[in-house]
């Protein structure tokens, strides 16, 4: 049968069959705009992806040389951990942040910005003055992989929540939505179908009725006309019969 899948329950007219078709071509589009908006943002989740490894990757080689750069300013000078808490008085390393748009996701972005000051000017002076600047140069590089690699991870989670939800509505539409507004409107073609049949029929009846009707009250003209038209001609015939006074005898000759 037309229309036996799952479908909405509508009354079938012309109106809704016009409605629902509209229904139809919006969902249709809602579809092809939610599909063009998940591979794009798959095409930038991807290239994220790869950045975020890249970065890790970073990191990690980065790290690696930091804590040996530690290793030589603490064998060169010593525990220096109390001069730099004493001579730290602002932050020369500071993170801004902006957003981008893609596809209409809205993504943090965050970006290292170095404060030139003068702190720490002063520690190694008497020793180990190369390996500190060393070392400072080096975490300074480490804080500011750090900081694109948190803007990476941020923007690869929003992204990942975002195209899972996009993919159950692009699923939703291709396979709940569209597909019950097609069983609809096969429901209401097959029903309008069917009501101009029975019209139709109807109307074939209604008309063979009406040309029976006016056969048989022809017919009965027709009897009634040719009853009077006998009965005139039976009195015609009594009228001639008992008219003895105009009637003539023929001469009878011996």
Request: aromatic residues 6%.
């Amino acid at each position: 049968m037309s229309g036996s899948g799952a479908r909405e329950n509508v009354f079938a007219t012309r109106m809704a069959l016009t409605n629902t078709k509209l229904r139809l071509k919006g969902a249709q589009t809602g579809h092809s705009l939610l599909a063009k908006k998940r591979d794009a943002l798959t095409t930038r989740f991807r290239a994220i992806l790869r950045k975020v490894d890249e970065a890790k990757r970073k990191m990690g080689k980065v790290m690696q040389v930091a804590s040996f750069s530690m290793a030589e300013v603490t064998y060169a000078t010593g525990d220096i951990a109390y001069l730099v808490q004493e001579q730290a008085k602002l932050a020369t390393f500071r993170v801004k942040t902006r957003q981008e748009n893609v596809s209409g996701v809205v993504l943090p972005v965050f970006e290292a910005d170095r404060v030139a000051g003068s702190d720490f000017n002063l520690t190694g002076l008497g020793r180990g003055g190369q390996q500190i600047l060393k070392a400072k140069e080096v975490y300074a590089k480490a804080l500011e992989t750090l900081v694109e690699l948190a803007s990476l991870q941020t923007a690869f989670t929003i992204l990942d929540e975002v195209i899972r939800a996009t993919n159950r509505r692009v699923n939703a539409i291709e396979h709940v939505v569209i597909p019950r507004l097609d069983n609809t409107i096969k429901y209401i073609m097959s029903e309008l179908d069917e009501m101009d049949r029975e019209e139709f029929f109807r109307l074939k009846k209604v008309q063979a009725k009406k040309k029976r009707d006016t056969a048989i009250r022809e017919a009965q003209q027709k009897a009634q006309e040719e009853e009077r038209t006998a009965v005139d001609a039976a009195l015609e015939a009594d009228e001639a019969s008992t008219d003895l006074l105009r009637s003539k005898d023929e001469d009878i000759i011996f």
